[in-house]
């Protein structure tokens, strides 16, 4: 009688049918870490630029109000005024969370030659952002 054999061969298992490893490696994980970082260095300085913008349009609405009390004002008057006093009463600065200072103001002239410039500059956070708009609307922004 012929003895049945057993013959041990070992299973080929093609791609398909092989278990992934489970998780990720180290250098895998170092890799990941490394791109976030760089990711994240080019990102923080555009959003920190962003936020000193936002800043600023509290002050472009500021000389803003101060340029239509000053047209206010000089259709009173036929002049601009370098008196804060006498534009406060339509401008409220008190609910302002970044320009809270009161705006230097320069003015000159009568009539067609009227002129004048409003300069504020900012507190806290925006201290170092000074924003001026002169008689014909335009503004000038520095510090961001």
Wanted: glycine share 8%.
């Amino acid at each position: 009688m012929q003895r049945d054999k057993k013959i041990n061969r070992k299973k080929v298992f093609t791609p398909s049918e092989k278990k992934s490893p489970e998780g990720f490696t180290l250098i895998e994980l170092l890799v990941a870490i490394i791109i976030v970082g760089a990711l994240s260095a080019m990102a923080v300085p555009i959003f920190r630029q962003n936020i000193r913008r936002v800043m600023a349009t509290e002050g472009h609405a500021m000389v803003g109000a101060i340029r239509t009390a000053q047209r206010i004002y000089f259709a009173e008057y036929n002049r601009y005024t370098n008196n804060w006093a006498d534009l406060e009463q339509n401008i409220d600065i008190n609910n302002n969370k970044y320009f809270k200072t009161m705006p230097s103001i320069l003015a000159g002239g009568t009539g067609h030659e009227a002129n004048f410039t409003a300069t504020i500059i900012g507190s806290g956070d925006a201290a170092d952002i000074k924003i001026s708009i002169n008689h014909e609307g335009v503004i000038t922004v520095t510090g961001l």
